[in-house]
């Protein structure tokens, strides 16, 4: 049966960087049929909401969704229920996708890109697993009071239960053992209650089931440190909301740019999302010079994960490389100085490498 995948193209860079997905799409000639549907601050200025129910179903039926982005200074005013970020955000609560998986690879051509020192970036590939739908961003209470006096009172609340911490874990642990067997569990037991559990359980779960990998600790402000200093220690990382969101841009940035990453969110079920962890840049949106290849390598993903078409993810993953070997650059990875290409271009070169 032909597969069906729905984009997302949201605000800001999106619409630019998806056109350019849907062109490689359109190449790998996979016969999957396809449909765009709004979400973010396009779906509030259309609808009201920033994730409308015919959104949300669509998502719901799909084999894969692909968001590129949302969010933007025209809806950074409202109510957080009003906000582009809340489409998002309920997308991931409503469909269940406690797994946001988060890989920062370096690619060789890109080495001179990142800013820290080649020796220490070099073959870098470590995978971020972060918990995607409860923690902070989620709990409750949260909100912002009066209490008087003319003070106000700001509240959110970090919350985790057992399972939510062991389904997680569980995905982090399967999938180091499809890599380096490695599992480094972060949060900050030393201070936080929650913090405290999650190491409890992840370390009785890896008791029962999964002995044959290596688990260790870590805080997360030595985790963030460790990342700078020596980031090919780790193999997966499995982390909270919060500190998922904070150490997967800071590995992000140890390949040279937010324009390169992809991730996947993943539930117990068929709906799954896919998206550039980069945001939608409203400083550069709509000028043609965002980098493509984040939403592209989340193409990629979703065929490996979603799609059953690991043979097209291969594909598709070997083209971006021979077009970063082949020197073609985007700003945001070019080095200074040198040439570099469009939104669209960068999207045609991985096409032209894939037709050719
Ligand atoms: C991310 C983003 C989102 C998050 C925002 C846009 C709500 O930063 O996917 O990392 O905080 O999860
Ligand atoms: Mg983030």
């Not at 193209?9 to 999106?14: F, K, L, Q």
């Not at 490689?24 to 396009?42: I, P, R, S």
């Not at 962890?277 to 000028?287: E, M, R, T, W, Y």
């Amino acid at each position: 049966m032909s597969k069906h995948i729905v984009f997302l193209p949201g605000d800001g860079i999106g619409p630019e960087v998806t056109a350019a997905t849907i062109k490689v799409l359109d190449a790998l000639k996979l016969g999957f049929t396809y449909e765009q549907k709004l979400v973010g601050g396009a779906a509030i200025d259309a609808t009201g909401s920033p994730l409308p129910a015919d959104t949300l179903e669509a998502c719901r039926q799909a084999d894969a969704t692909i968001l590129a982005c949302v969010g933007g200074p025209k809806w950074a005013h409202a109510a957080y229920d009003k906000r582009p970020e809340a489409g998002l955000l309920g997308l991931r609560k409503e469909l269940d996708l406690f797994a946001n998986l988060r890989p920062a690879i370096v690619f060789d051509a890109l080495i001179d890109a990142s800013t820290l020192k080649p020796e220490v970036v070099r073959g870098l590939d470590i995978l971020i697993v972060r918990e995607l739908t409860g923690g902070v961003y989620f709990g409750t209470p949260r909100g912002i009071t009066d209490i008087g006096n003319c003070e106000r009172r700001g509240v959110n609340t970090q919350v985790y239960t057992t399972s939510e911490i062991r389904r997680v874990a569980a995905r982090a642990f399967e999938l180091a053992r499809k890599r380096g067997r490695k599992v480094c569990s972060v949060e900050k037991a030393n201070v936080m209650e929650s913090g405290l559990l999650w190491r409890e359980e992840v370390t009785k779960l890896h008791a029962e089931k999964y002995t044959d990998v290596e688990l260790s600790h870590m805080y997360a402000d030595n985790c963030a440190m460790q990342l700078l200093r020596n980031p090919s220690q780790f193999d997966v990382i499995v982390t909270d909301n919060l500190f998922g969101d904070i150490l997967s841009d800071a590995a992000a940035m140890l390949t040279g740019s937010l324009g390169m990453l992809p991730s996947a969110s993943l539930g117990a079920g068929k709906p799954s999302l896919y998206e550039p962890v980069h945001g939608s840049a409203p400083d550069i949106a709509g000028q043609n010079k965002a980098n493509p290849l984040a939403m592209i390598l989340s193409l990629a993903m979703a065929l490996r994960y979603s799609l059953d078409r690991p043979d097209a993810a291969d594909t598709l993953e070997n083209a971006v490389k021979q077009v970063l070997t082949d020197g073609v650059r985007t700003a945001d990875i070019t080095a200074k100085g040198q040439a570099f290409v469009s939104t669209s271009a960068m999207g045609d070169a991985v096409v032209a490498r894939l037709n050719g």
